[in-house]
């Protein structure tokens, strides 16, 4: 039988402090995979008494004679910003490539780095179904969770509702539309993007995040796929995550998120001996998303300009009552305003780069970033 590999688990924080309870409580609660794990609590700066709570926390429910790793807490040393918080975290694991990190800090390193948000929850199976989807699989070198989004999560890091009932589901079209795209990438081993809520990968790769760089995830998976490897998104290591409601914070975090795209995206190329399959791949996602807004202005422009003057008067008629009816449903408001936040995020990025430091201004225990 094959050994299990060991895990390392970083959990980066920036003032966490209000949902940082709920995650610890999670990883207390979740089944661990047979050997020997270590838990890392990064902490990039904060002005919350997240580390002080973290250290008191480690004390409560990672204390000797509970089975379960200790937990460390750590200051990110390397750059303020995520990507240095990932960076410390990896060189204290002496996972990222540098034997005389890890000879510094006395790590032995994990045969895994997980890395995970602290505002989201995983399911009771979630770690041994990454141990075991990286033994059975040698061609793997990075793993992803599946993501369920929910209304609300309760405070003992239960995967359920603030009210002690099941978890409520709040995905919405894009969302599982997105799920789709994964899982059919994922079955060739060349899923793109990947959640950095619930990411691991073999340490032996010793790969770390690009500094400045805001999309971490994007930028690991980017190396992972350059070495050669499979990355994969895992059906059965499942991690839920609080749906921002409609907002002004959401609209904040989308256009975060999409000037993190557009920042990464131009780096996100393969060598040039990749198979073509695998570069085709990147080469689509550098061209067509940012290029979506323009060919909807165009095609639109099109259908206006060159198919109805050339329909008959009543077919004319109904083409552009149906076109109407597309643009102002549900559906078709949500495109408007992605393809708007991609054309935002373009133009913001190219007056100046997003920095990859992070502001989570929780409010609450449910709260998203």
């Known amino acids: 039988m094959t050994t299990p590999p060991s895990l390392g688990v970083l959990v980066p924080c920036r003032d966490e402090a209000a949902v940082l309870p709920r995650k610890l409580r999670n990883l207390a609660r979740l089944r661990w995979p047979p050997g020997e794990h270590r838990l890392l609590v990064v902490d990039d700066g904060s002005?919350?008494?997240t580390a002080d709570l973290a250290r008191a926390l480690g004390d409560e429910l990672f204390g000797e004679g509970r089975g379960l790793p200790r937990l460390e807490v750590v200051a990110n040393d390397v750059r303020p910003g995520k990507a240095g918080a990932i960076a410390a975290g990896l060189a204290v694991l002496g996972a990222d490539?540098?034997?005389d990190d890890a000879t510094a800090h006395g790590a032995h390193a994990p045969d895994l780095v997980l890395l995970t948000d602290a505002d989201v929850v995983f399911r009771e199976e979630a770690l041994v179904a990454v141990a075991r989807a990286?033994?059975?699989d040698a061609r793997?070198?990075?793993a992803c969770g599946s993501q369920e989004f929910v209304e609300d999560l309760a405070d003992d890091g239960t995967p359920g509702a603030a009210d002690g009932g099941p978890p409520r589901p709040a995905a919405g079209l894009y969302d599982r539309l997105t799920a789709r795209v994964r899982a059919l990438e994922s079955r060739g081993g060349r899923l793109f993007s990947i959640h950095g809520q619930l990411l691991a990968w073999r340490a032996s790769l010793g790969i770390r995040p690009t500094?400045?760089?805001?999309?971490?995830?994007?930028?690991l998976m980017r190396q992972v796929r350059a070495a050669g490897l499979a990355v994969r998104k895992l059906d059965d290591a499942r991690f839920l995550e609080v749906k921002t409601p409609a907002g002004p914070r959401r609209r904040d975090q989308e256009l975060r998120r999409a000037r993190a795209y557009v920042q990464v995206i131009g780096r996100c190329r393969l060598p040039a001996d990749a198979p073509r399959l695998d570069r085709a791949h990147f080469?689509?996602?550098r061209t067509l998303p940012l290029a979506a807004p323009w060919i909807a202005v165009a095609g639109a422009a099109a259908f206006l300009a060159v198919v109805v003057p050339r329909l008959p008067h009543p077919a004319a008629l109904v083409a552009l009552v149906v076109g109407a009816a597309v643009v102002v449903s549900p559906a078709g408001r949500r495109a408007a305003r992605l393809l708007g936040v991609i054309a935002t995020a373009t133009r913001l990025e190219r007056a100046g780069t997003l920095d990859d430091r992070w502001d989570m201004r929780r409010t609450d225990a449910g709260a998203a970033p």
């Open 283 to 285: 080469a689509a996602y």
């Open 134 to 136: 990286f033994a059975d």
């Open 47 to 49: 002005s919350d008494g």
């Open 140 to 142: 793997l070198g990075m």
């Open 97 to 99: 490539g540098s034997s």
């Open 211 to 219: 500094p400045g760089i805001a999309a971490d995830d994007l930028d």
